[in-house]
């Protein structure tokens, strides 16, 4: 039932910017590590540049473990799957790079991603780029149908508000003491620039 694609073609670009949101795996070296999904979005957050290129604004949370692990092994999978319509999963695994806004590629790629979305929520802390190193999907017989009934508006509040009390310090405060380890200890968002 499912195929392996060379490539992410016209179709299947247009099939993922259909989707409402999607999931990101990742997982240490270490064997006692934690593995890592994360949820993703709005879709609007996550853009194919390429045949076998993606990147997504990596949106401000509590926590960095797909950053550590990426920055450690590089290792990711994005996974798509559709919760409307003809049932289907797309897993796009991968090698990632982190770029934070003082990385020489971040303008490059944030110029080429073209993330205009009103719905990207306001503060995010780096763009993560992903190589596609192997392309397939999957029946997706399993996920159930949903509705979207849109975006939850508690992350750009969240960050407006920081921005509103503190100005930009107030979000590189919460990152530094909130996403410079992942829960493994691992470096995550190094603060100041330097740090990496």
Known sequence: MGRQYDTIDARLSTWIARQSMF?????????????NISPKGPIGSLRVLGPTTVAYLDIIGSGAETIAHVRENGRIVVMLCAFEGPPRIVRLHGRGEVLLPHHDDYPVV??????????VPAAWRS??????????????????????????????????????VGGQAALDDYV?????????????????PTAE
């Open 23 to 35: 999931f990101v795996g990742s997982a240490p070296l270490a064997g006692d590590g934690h593995v």
């Open 110 to 119: 944030m110029a080429a991603a073209e993330f205009d979305d009103p719905a």
């Open 127 to 164: 763009i993560v780029s992903v190589e596609i190193s192997r392309i397939a999907d999957s029946c997706g017989y399993g996920v159930p149908l949903l509705s979207h009934e849109g975006q939850r508006p508690h992350s750009s509040a969240w960050a407006r508000k920081k921005l509103r």
């Open 176 to 192: 530094a003491e909130k996403n410079a380890r992942s829960i493994d200890g691992l470096p995550a968002v190094l603060t100041p």
